[in-house]
């Protein structure tokens, strides 16, 4: 082997050493259980289970974070999945949307499983548990259509007295 090719195949791998001190940190922010869609909308475990397998690890604070979100640069790219997943929805501060964003996040799950847009499709090969089947996806829909009663009525403004 040339001794420019050791060279580069030590620069590089010193780089690819490197880049694990550096990036995103992984995070689970702490916040209220109550907030939490499981607590508002009163979800049996075998709910949860529903939501856990295919969405909560990126719109939730429960991330289960893979042995790939330690290895860089894979980790970055994980860590932002996570962290844009929780920027449009995230279950774990559910309690403080109003009861017409609820009502529409659950609407916009069903839409976004129908539809075959979530899970994300490069999720699913390291998840199995979020490879729907057309059925599952049909179950899905169902089911985020049964939690809509649960959603709290709109509490009214007081009307101001003259």
């Known amino acids: 082997m040339k001794a420019w090719a050791k060279w580069g195949l030590l620069a590089v791998a010193g780089i690819v050493v490197a880049a694990q001190f550096f990036g995103p940190a992984r995070t689970n922010p702490a916040g209220d259980p109550a907030e939490h869609m499981y607590a508002q909308l009163k979800l049996a475990p075998d709910e949860q289970k529903v939501f856990r397998g295919a969405c909560a690890d990126c719109?939730?604070?429960?991330?289960?974070?893979?042995?790939?979100?330690?290895?860089a640069?894979?980790?970055w790219w994980?860590?932002?999945?996570?962290?844009?997943?929780?920027?449009?929805?995230?279950?774990?501060?559910?309690?403080?949307?109003?009861?017409?964003?609820?009502?529409?996040?659950l609407d916009e799950m069903c839409e976004q499983v129908r539809e075959e847009r979530m899970p994300l499709p490069s999720y699913?090969?390291?998840?199995?548990?979020?490879?729907?089947?057309?059925?599952?996806?049909?179950?899905?829909?169902?089911w985020t259509e049964s939690l809509q009663p649960r959603i709290p009525a709109a509490v009214p403004a007081p009307t101001p007295q003259p």
């Open 59 to 71: 719109h939730t604070n429960d991330t289960r974070w893979p042995w790939y979100s330690y290895v």
């Open 73 to 75: 640069p894979v980790s």
């Open 124 to 142: 699913q090969p390291m998840h199995p548990e979020a490879r729907f089947t057309p059925e599952q996806r049909r179950a899905f829909c169902a």
């Open 78 to 105: 994980t860590i932002d999945h996570v962290n844009h997943g929780r920027s449009h929805m995230n279950v774990s501060e559910w309690g403080k949307f109003p009861p017409r964003t609820q009502a529409a996040l």
